[in-house]
């Protein structure tokens, strides 16, 4: 089963404008990470964050984390016509178990010239 | 190119057919996952391994499927008898873990599977 839930499930915005998705998650985690997956390419790793952390960045990449709310946001700036990708927050659980990421259903991003 | 790969790309199979599918994990790597994804959605954990033990399964990996990883490096995945809902990508990932499940998860190309 899926833990998190991003949304929007799909978002159309004007190149050079910012891109914001969400991700709830369920359960406790030890750490969230986004993922971009393009057609015809696998998943990318973008950015982890502890679940000690509240903010990360990585280039025009900002990345929150409220484990109080059990969310998480992805910021990408300035968007590209290359930045069109689905976008998935995966979870990494605490307490030890499966060490599989559960993934989230993803955000479809379009990016438009 | 020193990432994962995954061979084949593609598959074909009729049903009630058995395929195997291949995971090469980044060389230094003792961790390696397979996962599942269907259209429209994420990415399903199966199973993962440390070294060459497979440590935790999914109850997605019913007992047509099976994976080894027999020397730590290379995995394969088997799925005999194949059903039209096991048509999906699987895809491979491999991470090198020091404890404390922080370590990032880097994911091979996928292997198509359609099953008529």
């Known amino acids: 089963s899926q833990q998190g839930e991003e949304d929007p499930q799909a978002l159309s915005i004007q190149e050079g404008e910012n891109a914001t998705m969400n991700c709830s998650y369920k359960t406790s985690i030890n750490n969230l990470q986004w993922y971009r997956q393009n057609s015809g390419r696998g998943l990318v790793h973008l950015i982890l964050i502890r679940s000690n952390e509240r903010e990360k960045h990585s280039g025009r990449l900002r990345v929150t984390l409220d484990t109080s709310k059990k969310s998480s946001s992805l910021l990408i700036t300035a968007s590209r016509a290359a930045d069109t990708a689905s976008y998935f927050c995966?979870?990494?659980?605490?307490?030890?178990?499966?060490?599989?990421?559960?993934f989230g259903k993803g955000t479809h991003l379009i990016i438009q010239p | 190119d020193t990432g994962v790969s995954q061979n084949p790309r593609h598959k074909i199979t009729k049903r009630g057919q058995n395929v195997t599918f291949r995971c090469d994990p980044i060389s230094e790597h003792n961790r390696l996952y397979w996962y599942r994804q269907t259209l429209g959605q994420g990415p399903e954990f199966l199973t993962y391994?440390?070294?060459?033990?497979?440590?935790?399964k999914s109850r997605l990996l019913s007992d047509r499927f099976s994976a080894e990883r027999p020397k730590g490096s290379f995995s394969t995945l088997e799925i005999q008898r194949t059903e039209q809902g096991d048509s999906a990508m699987y895809l491979c990932?491999?991470?090198?873990?020091?404890?404390?499940?922080?370590?990032?998860?880097?994911f091979g190309p996928g292997t198509r599977l359609l099953v008529l």
């Open positions: 995966a979870t990494a659980l605490s307490g030890g178990g499966a060490d599989g990421l559960t």
């Open positions: 391994f440390q070294n060459e033990a497979q440590l935790e």
């Open positions: 990932a491999s991470s090198l873990s020091l404890g404390g499940g922080q370590e990032t998860q880097y």
